[in-house]
């Protein structure tokens, strides 16, 4: 099992920047990706970012890339998610989620295992 808590979410003017945390515990997260996930009121859960643990390979949604990025702390057992120049669209609640894997980034919810209780974002036009 893989917990994994959020945090780090709250309420910024569009341009702005936030980072989210997502802690994990429970296993060895080496063979592991580790990704961000977001559901805005009414949409499918979407992907956003994605980190492979050992390597430390990165991979993005193309709605995000340039204006987020994904990094792990492997001292802290944490992935962190930059969001920089937000925008009203990028409202949504924030997910972190797991899932063994060691090559091929997945995109799709269903593909992983583990997920966190989620932390709001909104931006403010």
């Known amino acids: 099992q893989v917990q994994l808590v959020e945090s780090g979410g709250g309420l910024v003017q569009a341009g702005g920047s936030l980072r989210l945390s997502c802690a994990a515990s429970g296993r060895t997260l080496s063979m592991y990706h580790m990704a961000w996930f977001r559901q805005a009121p009414g949409k499918e859960r979407e992907f956003v970012a994605a980190?492979?643990?050992?390597?430390?390979?990165?991979y993005y949604a193309d709605s995000v890339k340039g204006r987020f990025t994904i990094s792990r702390d492997n001292a802290k057992n944490t992935v962190y998610l930059q969001m920089n120049g937000l925008k009203p669209e990028d409202t949504a609640v924030y997910y972190c989620a797991a899932r063994r894997e060691l090559v091929t980034f997945r995109t799709r919810p269903m593909e992983y295992d583990y997920w966190g209780q989620g932390t709001q974002v909104t931006t403010s036009s």
């Open positions: 980190i492979a643990w050992y390597s430390g390979s990165t």
